[in-house]
């Protein structure tokens, strides 16, 4: 069982950054490739990143590319998604994810899920 906990969201002017947290829980972290899913208000849910085991390969959505970066620390149990040039339709809740291959979690289907931050982009 891995529990995700989710941190770093808020209130950003359009161009601004947020550096997005997720805290895991158990001693496999390391195991697991990591990412990150968004959900804005009327819209269904959509892949924006994940990474490696290792860290060493990351996948980003078209939509957040030379934009957001996401890394990982396997000794804190952590992942982070560095979010640069925001932009109100990048508003949205983010959720942390936790699955066993690349596939499944940017295809959608990660084991673990995260509760979300909110992440608000004004113009």
């Known amino acids: 069982q891995v529990q995700l906990v989710e941190s770093g969201g808020g209130l950003v002017q359009a161009g601004g950054s947020l550096r997005l947290s997720c805290a895991a829980s158990g001693r496999t972290f390391s195991s697991y490739v990591m990412g990150w899913f968004r959900q804005a208000p009327g819209k269904e849910r959509e892949f924006v990143a994940s990474i490696s085991t290792s860290g060493s390969s990351t996948y980003y959505a078209d939509f957040v590319k030379d934009r957001f970066t996401i890394s990982r620390d396997n000794a804190e149990n952590t992942v982070f998604l560095q979010m640069n040039s925001l932009k109100p339709e990048d508003t949205a809740v983010y959720f942390c994810?936790?699955?066993?291959?690349?596939?499944?979690?940017?295809?959608?289907?990660?084991?673990?899920w995260g509760q979300g931050t909110q992440v608000t982009v004004s113009s």
């Open positions: 994810v936790a699955g066993i291959t690349t596939r499944t979690v940017a295809g959608g289907r990660p084991d673990y």
